[in-house]
């Protein structure tokens, strides 16, 4: 076990090793791995073998919570020998885990052969480069994400196709989980353009906040201990399992289900005005 900067290696019951922040006390990708959890939860959920096929020019992935970089080094290795333009823009407060990660190559396994790519990013925290068939423009945004998407900077990203959303837990960082940073994130989406945001958690709370935003919800594929995660889109065309009026029935009796309506977390009921706005949602009509 190696650890410093607020992080160690530790390793999983798979047997894969991964990383752990002392600060949050939370391991990035704990059930399965980080290869294992990014391909289940998004290479192959997000179908994107099809849709980077599908999509003429640029196909546009949002990493939200860059960490150690796990999720788009795997998507990167899964599509290199499909002939595309990928454009990932990379989001966190910090760039401690990847430098951190780096210095674990070997033992992490996922980052090795991209070494070298990754020393420029930090640095530069931009990278363009050709990868096997695909063309790659890798960039960094490195702030507060909530306060990112409040700035008029916002509205000039390039529009995602894909999104991917890993932060923290809401018990953790509750500030990446609120209904007003999912409404934000909602408005900046095109809505001709078919966009998916899968993520790891399955509560209640977290599937209300995102229909409340204005997105389609439902059941994301299952990644090892977990039985299901959670996926939404701004088409419902992109969600496979819709949740249906019974897990509407469901999340009226919950105990937690009420979106963080600020950075604090809390456990509460729906309350009346939630209630009425989940049962006029088109996904349940």
């Known amino acids: 076990m190696h650890s410093g900067a607020g992080y160690k290696i530790v390793k999983l019951a798979t047997g894969v090793h991964s990383v752990h922040s002392m600060a949050h006390q939370e391991t990035f990708h704990p059930a399965i791995g980080p290869v294992a959890e990014a391909?289940?939860?998004?290479?192959?959920q997000?179908?994107?073998?099809?849709?980077?096929?599908?999509?003429?020019?640029?196909?546009v992935m949002w990493d939200v919570g860059l960490g150690a970089a796990a999720n788009v080094l795997t998507v990167l290795?899964?599509?290199?020998?499909?002939?595309?333009?990928?454009?990932?823009?990379?989001?966190?407060?910090?760039l401690e885990p990847l430098k951190f990660a780096l210095?674990?190559?070997?033992?992490?396994?996922?980052?090795?052969?991209y070494?070298?790519?990754?020393?420029?990013?930090?640095?530069?925290?931009?990278?363009?480069?050709?990868?096997?068939?695909q063309t790659v423009n890798w960039e960094l945004h490195l702030g507060d994400f909530p306060t990112l998407l409040m700035q008029p900077a916002a509205q000039k990203f390039p529009k995602p196709h894909a999104i991917?959303?890993?932060?923290?837990?809401?018990?953790?960082?509750?500030?990446?989980?609120?209904?007003p940073l999912?409404?934000?994130?909602?408005?900046?989406?095109?809505?001709?353009?078919?966009?998916?945001?899968?993520?790891?958690?399955?509560?209640?709370?977290?599937?209300?906040?995102?229909?409340?935003?204005?997105?389609?919800?439902?059941l994301g594929h299952?990644?090892?201990?977990?039985?299901?995660?959670?996926?939404?889109?701004?088409?419902?065309?992109?969600v496979e399992e819709p949740l249906d009026r019974r897990w509407l029935s469901r999340a009226r009796r919950s105990t937690s289900a009420e979106p963080l309506w600020e950075p604090v977390y809390r456990q509460s009921r729906l309350s009346p005005e939630t209630w009425e706005k989940l049962q006029q949602h088109p996904q349940f009509a």
């Not at 391909?39 to 192959?44: D, G, I, K, N, P």
């Not at 997000?46 to 196909?59: A, H």
């Not at 090892?224 to 992109?238: R, V």
């Open 39 to 44: 391909e289940t939860l998004y290479v192959r």
């Open 46 to 59: 997000l179908r994107l073998f099809e849709r980077l096929l599908q999509t003429p020019g640029e196909f």
């Open 77 to 94: 290795r899964a599509t290199r020998e499909i002939s595309c333009r990928l454009r990932v823009l990379s989001f966190d407060q910090t």
């Open 103 to 113: 210095q674990h190559a070997a033992e992490l396994g996922y980052i090795v052969g």
């Open 115 to 133: 070494e070298e790519h990754l020393q420029r990013f930090l640095r530069e925290h931009q990278l363009e480069f050709k990868e096997g068939s």
């Open 164 to 179: 991917m959303f890993d932060a923290f837990s809401p018990a953790t960082n509750p500030g990446m989980w609120t209904e």
């Open 182 to 218: 999912f409404a934000n994130l909602f408005r900046l989406l095109d809505p001709r353009s078919p966009c998916a945001l899968p993520t790891y958690s399955r509560s209640t709370m977290l599937r209300v906040t995102l229909l409340l935003a204005g997105f389609f919800v439902g």
């Open 222 to 238: 299952a990644t090892g201990e977990k039985e299901e995660t959670t996926i939404a889109a701004n088409t419902l065309e992109l």
